[in-house]
């Protein structure tokens, strides 16, 4: 079946550090791909998606990269604001499932981000 | 404020008790999904509804579990004869719009069984 795996947090780091959080899938078919944010307090929230091979996501200053080769989706910061502390989820949905907007969701990744 | 209201936003329940949570999705849409949140892990299905219609439900779903949408619009999720391994959080969702295969979340509803 369709899954996602991500790097496992804990992740701590210094305000303007580089961030990559690793995100790999397993699907049938064509997936789309989305980061998902769930800050403090709040509810779940798309931060970036990409649709198709090659595609790249990106929001806020992060970015994703939709890898076939690889079936990778990792996402990556090039400066970490304090702001930015909250849980990472790597995601997708497939056509081929019954309900093409039914998300299937990574295990979350915690990231802090220290002054 | 996501369009995808929730509550209650905490519920504290002693073993055994029933209990119900509502979800009003973002209106016009009629596709309305459930989730369920434990600590550290990600959302993981429960249940989706096309209008009033039931289409699919995970196995996490036992049958203390009911969900419905009897208008098309509103959602109800109760469980029974609730037990400690029901404390979770439970979310709701519905596309953010036709055809982007994008869910808006509502803040979810927290279950905590004593």
């Known amino acids: 079946g369709n899954s996602v795996t991500q790097m496992e947090g804990p992740v701590t780091l210094s305000e303007e550090a580089f961030l990559t959080i690793n995100c790999t899938y397993t699907a049938t078919g064509y997936p789309s791909l989305f980061w998902y944010v769930q800050y403090p307090g709040e509810g779940l929230q798309l931060l970036l998606k990409a649709t198709k091979a090659d595609d790249k996501g990106s929001n806020k200053g992060f970015e994703a990269t939709y890898r076939k080769e690889t079936t990778s989706f990792h996402l990556e910061k090039g400066s970490v604001q304090v702001s930015d502390s909250a849980v990472y989820f790597c995601?997708?949905?497939?056509?081929?499932?019954?309900?093409?907007?039914?998300?299937?969701f990574g295990p979350g990744t915690s990231l802090s981000v220290i002054p | 404020d996501t369009g995808v209201s929730q509550n209650p936003r905490h519920k504290i329940t002693k073993r055994g008790q029933n209990v119900t949570f509502r979800c009003d999705p973002i209106?016009?849409?009629?596709?309305l999904y459930w989730y369920r949140q434990t600590l550290g892990q990600g959302p993981e299905f429960l249940t989706y509804f096309q209008n009033e219609a039931q289409l699919e439900k995970s196995r996490l779903l036992s049958d203390r579990f009911s969900a419905e949408r009897p208008k098309g619009s509103f959602s109800t999720l109760e469980i029974q004869r609730t037990e400690q391994g029901d404390s979770a959080m439970y979310l709701c969702a519905s596309p953010r719009d036709s055809g982007a295969n994008v869910l808006t979340f509502g803040a979810g509803s927290r279950l905590t069984v004593l």
């Open positions: 209106s016009e849409h009629n596709r």
């Open positions: 995601a997708l949905t497939s056509p081929t499932e019954t309900s093409y907007d039914k998300v299937i």
